[in-house]
């Protein structure tokens, strides 16, 4: 029997595959979803379900193609912090505010 090494920290035996990328990996390198612990890294921190494309503006969490919201050519913030904006318009209102204390 061969037996198939943690992609990840390639000393333990791998246990279980990850469900995103595929990865055989060990019990320390799985989460009870099923996830390794690169892709929670690289995980929507909104849902916790899809890989994070990007950053909300606002609150700088890493978010999915479903729990961000493109404002402008390049900008996104997440679908809660348009919410407590009010909105698109009021979120790029406010986005711009950001921008202009920050230069
Ligand atoms: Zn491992
Ligand atoms: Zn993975
Ligand atoms: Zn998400
Ligand atoms: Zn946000």
Known sequence: MVETLCEICNAKPAVAQCRL????????????????????????????????????????????????VQVDNVRRICKDCLHRLGGKNKAVHALRRLTLKIA
């Open 21 to 68: 990328c595929g990865r055989h990996v060990c019990e320390d390198h799985i989460d009870d979803h099923g996830i390794c612990t690169i892709c929670r890294e690289a995980l929507c921190q909104i849902c916790g379900q899809r890989l994070a494309i990007g950053y909300c503006m606002i609150c700088g969490r890493l978010g999915c193609d479903q729990c961000l």
